[in-house]
């Protein structure tokens, strides 16, 4: 792999002619293009071989051979780089991995929403508070989250923490996955602190308890395949800062390809997908599996032109198409998508992100979700799917690995007047552990009876 290749020559930044949604305004130009400079200099954060093995696995979510789990954050933190938060998040993940591979008995891709999802696109460009009127924040690698206004002017230097956050993070999910933390053997001890306090939690035991048995009985036999000792995870993050991402595009010295080496897989958001705007064109450069988010405008038309655009060789795994149309939308819209597009020969993954069309605000002014509107969709989503007999591929979720109240509902009956106890994102509001683990669970069983 070529690390210090530059994108300009070879189309990474041909994006910059067209207009660009969502981009920070820097005040100083001069500042941000030293340190695009640096940034074409870092060693690459992930490998294209890596890329091309989530292009594979993904292919096979969209042959309906596997199941797509992809969740983190809405938006990581800086302050939030830290082993434990990390864990709590990985460990939540791995939890709804094995809930859904054993009662499923499907093979689930892991992928984070980690290791590189600091920006967020916003419906405002600025954000009002008694009276004083100041830029939104647009995550830790462009602002800073304090309402003062120093905080909220864009600097161009977190795009190097951004850099060096994702590594570390990145660095330790490593570890975790692959140094024993991920052994199946584990399956116990990624609930012990979570077992007594939750009935997610017992309902997980029990599980578990089948788990090691079958673990016990398959040793007893005389097989323990190494599988079974690591885990396969991917990062994956939106790609909305395009300076950013541009310069951590390189060309693979294998294939000759570009990839955007920040993460494996990237997205486009619902707010970016224009389809003569930048970030189509920087996707349809790069190698990567890629994913897009349809909110409920979509057109049959649109879909078939990102098609057209970023999968013309019609290459299974290369384009996922991320659906969050709204519980109250999805079962009207999805099903002439899902039509037209499995019409056009070609083969996406879909996947259900039951998250971003399902956000209101609280009484109290907390932006929040209820749990039951979440479970609709993809309840929604598996219905559309059914009636096509095309695969219902994955979910897309926003959670964390700590008991927060940002969600109301779920097992642990959350109400919007608790919402104030723990409420902690930096952005939109994710499912805690408890509600995370029971969604696994419905959807484990909404699988097996598809
Ligand atoms: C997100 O995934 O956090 C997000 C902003 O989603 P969308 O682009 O679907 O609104
Ligand atoms: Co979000």
New binding site residues.
């Given amino acids: 792999m070529t690390v210090n290749a530059k994108t300009t020559a070879t189309g990474g930044n041909t994006w910059r002619d067209l207009p660009a949604a969502q981009q920070p305004e820097y005040p100083d130009a001069e500042a941000l293009r030293d340190v695009i400079a640096d940034l074409e200099s870092y060693p690459p954060l992930v490998f294209a071989g890596e890329c091309d093995q989530l292009r594979a696995r993904m292919g096979a979510v969209a042959r309906g051979e596997a199941f797509l789990l992809q969740g983190g954050d ?1 938006a990581e933190s800086f302050d939030a780089v830290g082993a434990d938060d990390i864990r709590a998040k990985l460990k939540t993940l791995l939890q709804m991995g094995a809930v859904l591979t054993y009662a499923a008995s499907v093979p689930v891709v892991k992928v984070g929403r980690i290791a590189g999802q600091y920006s ?2 916003r419906s405002k460009p600025t954000e009002t508070r008694d009276g004083v009127t100041l830029p939104t924040y647009r995550g830790d690698s462009v602002n800073g989250f304090a309402f003062t206004e120093e905080a909220r002017i864009p600097d161009p230097q977190r795009l190097k923490r951004m850099y060096n956050a994702s590594a570390a993070t990145l660095n330790l999910v490593r570890a975790f996955t692959t140094g024993g933390y991920a052994d199946l053997r584990q399956v116990h001890a990624w609930n012990q602190d979570f077992v007594k306090s939750s009935p997610s939690g017992q309902r997980y035991e029990q599980l578990a308890r089948e788990i090691d048995n079958a673990l016990n009985f398959m040793e007893a036999c005389g097989t323990d395949p190494a599988e079974f000792r690591t885990v396969e995870f991917f990062a994956s993050h ?1 790609a909305l800062l395009l300076d950013y991402e541009s310069a951590l595009t390189r060309v693979d010295s294998r294939t000759g390809h570009l990839y955007d080496v920040s993460g494996h897989m990237v997205w486009i ?3 970016t997908r224009q389809l003569d705007g930048a970030h189509i064109e920087f996707a349809s450069k790069i190698r990567n599996p890629i994913g897009i ?1 349809l ?1 409920p405008t979509t057109t049959v038309d649109e879909a078939l032109t990102y098609i057209d655009r970023l999968d013309p060789e019609r290459e299974p795994g290369r384009l996922t198409f991320i659906v ?1 149309m709204g519980a109250d939308k999805v079962r009207d819209k999805l099903p002439e998508l899902v039509e037209k597009v499995t019409a056009s020969g070609a083969t996406v993954a879909w996947v259900t ?1 039951p998250m ?1 069309g399902n956000t209101f605000e609280a009484a109290s002014g907390h932006k929040t979700r209820r749990f039951d509107d979440v479970l609709d969709e993809v309840k929604g989503f598996f219905e559309v799917h059914k009636a096509l007999g095309t695969h219902p591929g994955g979910i897309h979720v ?1 959670l964390t690995g700590d008991d927060v109240t940002e969600c109301v509902g779920g097992g642990d009956e959350i109400f919007v007047d608790d919402l104030h106890q723990r409420y902690e994102t930096a ?2 509001p994710r499912l805690n552990r408890s509600q995370s683990l029971d969604l696994a669970f419905l959807v484990a069983e909404m699988y097996r009876n598809q």
Avoid: L
């Fill in positions: 809405c967020k696109p939106e958001g619902e707010r988010k909110g969050r992100d971003h926003e952005c939109d």
